[in-house]
């Protein structure tokens, strides 16, 4: 359904704001071009050069999510930066044709992706030239849930969106056959979200995990130096994934959402977590991410 701007407020639903985005290619590109502007404005000078944007940022003001600060400047409202966020996750290309070119999906696939997100993931996967049979997004957030909703339009009869915790799954023991998990496995309790993850895949079954390696978080600890509290945190997920490394101890701390107990993993931690859960590892790469692209024994 395409949406009109005139027909909505500027109090309309987060799921209202994302179809209408998602329906012209355009406003997306607007939201985009305000998420990774300079300070997220567009400023009077240059403005000649984007008179072709200002049509799309009035639209998108009157939904809300985008304010005239002066003549010319405008910027992104936090629901507007809630929705370039999202859009902006699903701007992962080329890690998702190497996620895609490893995992090998099927016509009778039965794809989960762990910590969806907005559905990179879920939308690549039923685009490919074999999609899937059916596909599956878990997360914990809602609002991502909803922003995977408006991203999948035609694909989403072929799509359940779970709101969960990795930690519990709500499936059946080896329901699914293909998994992705794209950097939510780091924020998550490791041994009951990988227990959950041997559980529910079919013997035969392949996942591609996508977690952070430690050079991940010591980068991030030397461009945020001067930032006393992201000091903290990235230390603490330093720390954390040595204590998991050598201990298999997985430090937790309460904070306002819940339990922060973010880390790194190594190869040699996920091989021996995975190996508890009858899989092995075929194929592992290392950058500052670390993908592993792992298969559950017995088929
Ligand atoms: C960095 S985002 C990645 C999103 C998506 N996979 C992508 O590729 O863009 C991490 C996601 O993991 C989800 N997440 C974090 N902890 C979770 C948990 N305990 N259970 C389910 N999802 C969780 C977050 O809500 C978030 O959507």
């Given at each position: 359904?395409?949406?009109?701007?005139?027909?909505?407020?500027?109090?309309?639903?987060?799921?209202?704001?994302?179809?209408?985005?998602?329906?012209?290619?355009?406003?997306?590109?607007?939201?985009?071009?305000?998420?990774?502007?300079?300070?997220?404005?567009?400023?009077?000078?240059?403005?000649?050069?984007?008179?072709?944007?200002?049509?799309?940022?009035?639209?998108?003001?009157?939904?809300?999510?985008?304010?005239?600060?002066?003549?010319?400047?405008?910027?992104?409202?936090?629901?507007?930066?809630?929705?370039?966020?999202?859009?902006?996750?699903?701007?992962?290309?080329?890690?998702?044709?190497?996620?895609?070119?490893?995992?090998?999906?099927?016509?009778?696939?039965?794809?989960?992706?762990?910590?969806?997100?907005?559905?990179?993931?879920?939308?690549?996967?039923?685009?490919?030239?074999?999609?899937?049979?059916?596909?599956?997004?878990?997360?914990?957030?809602?609002?991502?849930?909803?922003?995977?909703?408006?991203?999948?339009?035609?694909?989403?009869?072929?799509?359940?969106?779970?709101?969960?915790?990795?930690?519990?799954?709500?499936?059946?023991?080896?329901?699914?056959?293909?998994?992705?998990?794209?950097?939510?496995?780091?924020?998550?309790?490791?041994?009951?979200?990988?227990?959950?993850?041997?559980?529910?895949?079919?013997?035969?079954?392949?996942?591609?995990?996508?977690?952070?390696?430690?050079?991940?978080?010591?980068?991030?600890l030397w461009d945020e130096r001067l930032q006393w509290?992201?000091?903290?945190?990235?230390?603490?997920?330093?720390?954390?994934?040595?204590?998991?490394?050598?201990?298999?101890?997985?430090?937790?701390?309460?904070?306002?959402?819940?339990?922060?107990?973010?880390?790194?993993?190594?190869?040699?931690?996920?091989?021996?977590?995975?190996?508890?859960?009858?899989?092995?590892?075929?194929?592992?790469?290392?950058?500052?991410?670390?993908?592993?692209?792992?298969?559950?024994?017995?088929?």
């Amino acid at each position: 359904m395409r949406m009109h701007p005139e027909s909505m407020t500027p109090s309309a639903s987060l799921g209202d704001v994302l179809r209408l985005v998602h329906s012209e290619r355009s406003m997306k590109q607007a939201v985009l071009r305000l998420l990774r502007g300079t300070e997220g404005s567009v400023h009077p000078e240059a403005r000649r050069s984007q008179s072709v944007w200002e049509l799309h940022y009035e639209r998108l003001a009157e939904v809300g999510l985008v304010a005239s600060q002066e003549e010319g400047v405008w910027t992104l409202t936090e629901r507007g930066h809630q929705v370039g966020t999202y859009l902006a996750q699903c701007e992962a290309g080329d890690e998702l044709d190497l996620m895609f070119s490893r995992l090998d999906c099927q016509a009778d696939s039965v794809f989960l992706d762990l910590g969806c997100g907005a559905g990179p993931a879920l939308i690549k996967a039923s685009e490919l030239s074999t999609p899937p049979q059916w596909m599956i997004g878990i997360d914990i957030d809602r609002s991502s849930l909803v922003a995977a909703d408006a991203a999948l339009g035609g694909h989403r009869p072929q799509c359940l969106l779970i709101q969960a915790d990795l930690s519990a799954l709500p499936i059946r023991d080896g329901a699914v056959t293909r998994v992705s998990s794209r950097l939510s496995l780091p924020y998550v309790d490791q041994r009951a979200s990988l227990a959950e993850l041997g559980r529910v895949m079919a013997p035969g079954g392949q996942a591609f995990l996508q977690v952070h390696s430690v050079g991940f978080y010591l980068r991030l600890l030397w461009d945020e130096r001067l930032q006393w509290k992201r000091v903290i945190l990235n230390g603490f997920c330093l720390l954390n994934g040595f204590m998991f490394a050598l201990f298999g101890v997985q430090l937790k701390v309460p904070n306002r959402h819940g339990l922060y107990q973010e880390l790194y993993q190594t190869r040699g931690g996920l091989a021996k977590i995975l190996k508890q859960q009858g899989m092995t590892i075929l194929w592992s790469e290392r950058d500052r991410l670390f993908r592993v692209l792992g298969k559950k024994n017995g088929a």
